[in-house]
C-alpha cells in the first residue's frame, strides 16, 4: 500500500463539489473505480497479496467442495449438462481442486460447463492459466450473463466485499452514515443531517433496542436473489461462504485490509481491501423470500470436518514428507479451528437450494441446522 492514493484525491472533491457520500458509494468507488478501484487493477491473493482466503491455504478445501457438487448432481438424477459456476473465482485455485476431484465421475466431468464471474482482467488471466487443458470454460462479468441450465453456484469470500449500507443511532431516530471531509480536508466518518424516515419498522428485532451511537449495516438484496431465483426456477444448489455472523445485529464491521493486517479503510481508498461482514439471517431471509430452500447456517469448521477433511488429511499426510505433513496438518487447523488465527468458527456456510432438495451434504436439514451460530 502506498502512501499516495490518487482515488483518495478523487473522492475529496466529489465531497466539496456534492457533499458527504454514503459508505456504500465510498466502498464502491474503493473496489470498482475503473481505473483506481482495488479489485480491477490487481492480484490481491497469497503471501504477496493483501489476504489470503481457503482454497490458498490447502487443496482440501477445493476438493471438498468438488465432492459436495458430485453428491448433489447424484442426487438429482445425474443430469446429462450441470453448469458449475463461481462468482469470484481469485487464481482459480478452487474450481481447479474441484474439478480435479470431480475427475473420479467421468460422466459427471463430460456433463460440465465451467462458468466464471470475474471482472478483474489478472485474475481472468490467472484462472486461465490455472484451467489450461480444462474443457467448456466460460468467463463473465455477471452471473445473469451464465447461459439458463441446472447449476451448481460457489460463493466463496464474495459476498463481503459487495457493498454494504451503514446507519447510526443518533436520539432522533436512525440516520445514513457517510464519509465526509474535517477541517484539514482529511476523510471521515459522520452521518447524514435528516434521519432516515421509518428505519425503525424494518429493522431486525436484536437492533431495534440498541443504544445510541449503534451502527447497522446492510447490503441489498439483489445478488443473494440473483442466486437463489437461478436454483430455485433452473433447479441446482449455491453454496454462500464467507465470514459473518450468523445472526442480524448491531455493529460496525466496515474494515481494510493490506498486507495481512487491518488497516484504516479511509486511509488510502483503492490501495487496501475494504470489506464487511456477511449477515447471514438476512441472506436467509432473502433467498426463503422469493421461494428458494435454505439449509444452514453451519461454522465452516463444521461443514468441512461433516464432509471428512479430517479422513482427507490424514489420507495425504500418510503419502507425505515430514515437512508436507506438517504443511497440511496446519492447514487443517487454520481451515477448522475456532481458535486465534482458525477460520473455523468466523467462517460461515449457508446453502440455497431448488425446493426438492430436502437436505445438502455437510448442511443436515433444515432442524439440525437451525441453531448453528
Known sequence: MTEFSPLRSEIRKLIK??????????????????EHGYYLSRDP????????????????????????????????????????????????????DALRAMRVLPPLYQALSVDLVEINPVLRQKQQAAL???????????????PDGLSIIFANEYFDVLPIRQAVKQQNGWHERVVDLDANGKL????????????????????RAAPPGAVFEWRPDAEIMKIASRVRDQGGAALIID???????????????????FADPLEAPGQADVTAHVDFQALARAAEGIGARVHGPVTQGEFLKRLG?????????????????EDISGALKRLTSTG???????????????????ALPGLGDERESAGAS
Not at 488429511?313 to 505433513?325: F, T
Open 243 to 261: 465470514y459473518g455472523h450468523a445472526r442480524s445485529d448491531a455493529g460496525d464491521t466496515f474494515q481494510a485490509i493490506a498486507r495481512h493486517s
Open 45 to 96: 491473493l497469497g503471501r504477496e497479496g493483501d489476504f489470503t482466503t481457503a482454497p490458498e491455504v490447502s487443496q482440501m478445501f477445493g476438493e471438498l467442495l468438488g465432492l459436495w457438487a458430485a453428491s448433489i448432481w447424484k442426487t438429482l438424477g445425474s443430469p446429462p449438462l450441470l453448469r458449475l459456476i463461481e462468482l469470484g473465482p481469485g487464481r482459480g485455485t478452487m474450481i481447479a
Open 17 to 34: 463539489s456534492s457533499g458527504p457520500m454514503p459508505v456504500w458509494r465510498y466502498m464502491e468507488l474503493c473496489l470498482m473505480h475503473p
Open 188 to 207: 471521515v466518518f459522520g452521518a447524514a443531517r435528516d434521519p432516515i424516515p421509518r428505519f425503525d419498522v424494518l429493522l431486525p428485532p436484536l437492533v
Open 309 to 325: 477433511i479430517e479422513t482427507r488429511a490424514v489420507a495425504l499426510m500418510a503419502k507425505a514428507s515430514h515437512e508436507v505433513s
Open 340 to 358: 486465534r488465527g482458525g477460520m473455523g468458527s468466523l467462517f460461515k456456510v449457508l446453502g440455497v437450494s431448488e425446493q426438492g432438495l430436502a
Open 132 to 146: 489450461s487443458g480444462i474443457r467448456n470454460v466460460s468467463w463473465h462479468d455477471r452471473i445473469e450473463q451464465v
